[in-house]
């Protein structure tokens, strides 16, 4: 397991749960393992440059169901690894597609990487092969993994399918890239509203909630930042003046919540 031992870095911040995180690439994503009494649910599979089905079996001996947030590359790389696949039907269909190393290549510049790619990653011809979905998430479906539910919430607006996991009992969400720290990717027009509301959403959950663990930067969130998140797209939403525009992308600020709005003048 050596060059996955190079790309990833396990985390397990409480029992049951690990963060297996990519630290070389600027995106820091992150896939979540959780473990029941029963079964595991992997919560993504990365961007499919070293084999994460190995840092799996290394951590966790029970049967593993992934669920992907959403299909986007760096959250499906490993899918072609596993058996059961569990995504949104709205994004279902781009599974089939994979990504090509023409698209890959472009992702893994130097200003993208900030560490070495393992020895036997060749970027001329990385690519993430097509995978299938075996099952299909709908809102407020259950995984009872034994002594450990997790429940998804389809929450739109990053992409059409994208959903959280809820950890009731434990007052966990894995945000996935609904919520997380940094520049929220927001685009202009419908999909605008789309987002907020599903932020608007996890934010009446936040009371409830302990703590966020998202797929990029930073390994957990306060809940606190939620209905920061959702002033932050009300200021889009009203169209604030932006606090700076480059090229095609206009950047907001407020309150330790970044926003990125593509394209920068469209919207109202
Ligand atoms: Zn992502």
């Given at each position: 397991m050596a060059n996955e031992r190079k790309w990833f870095d396990v985390h397990d911040p409480e029992p049951g749960i690990f963060i297996i995180e990519e630290p070389h690439h600027v995106e820091r994503v992150k896939s979540h393992l959780n473990i029941g009494e029963r079964e595991a649910i992997l919560i993504d599979t990365g961007m499919g440059v070293a084999n994460i089905r190995d840092v799996v079996e290394f951590l966790n001996s029970l049967p593993v169901v992934v669920v992907n947030s959403h299909a986007h590359w760096d959250h499906v790389g490993?899918?072609?690894?596993?058996?059961e696949i569990w995504i949104h039907p709205a994004e279902a269909g781009d599974l089939a597609k994979g990504y090509p190393n023409t698209r890959m290549r472009g992702w893994f510049g130097p200003s993208s990487l900030t560490g070495p790619l393992p020895d036997d990653v060749n970027l001329d011809t990385l690519a993430i092969p097509p995978s299938r979905a075996t099952g299909m998430l709908h809102e407020g479906q259950v995984f009872d993994l034994g002594n450990r539910v997790l429940e998804v919430l389809h929450c739109p607006g990053h992409s059409p399918g994208g959903v959280v996991l809820l950890d009731r009992a434990n007052g966990i969400?894995?945000?996935?890239?609904?919520?997380?720290?940094g520049y929220l990717y927001v685009y202009a027009g419908d999909w605008l509203q789309t987002y907020h509301q599903s932020l608007t959403r996890l934010a009446h959950l936040a009371p409830e909630l302990r703590v966020l663990y998202p797929s990029h930067n930073e390994r957990s969130i306060s809940p606190g930042l939620l209905p920061r998140m959702v002033e932050a797209l009300e200021r889009v939403i009203d169209s604030h003046a932006s606090d700076r525009v480059d090229g095609d992308v206009a950047m907001y600020d407020y309150d330790g919540v970044g926003v990125y709005l593509f394209p920068a003048r469209a919207g109202k």
């Open positions: 490993g899918n072609h690894l596993f058996d969400l894995f945000s996935t890239d609904v919520a997380y720290a």
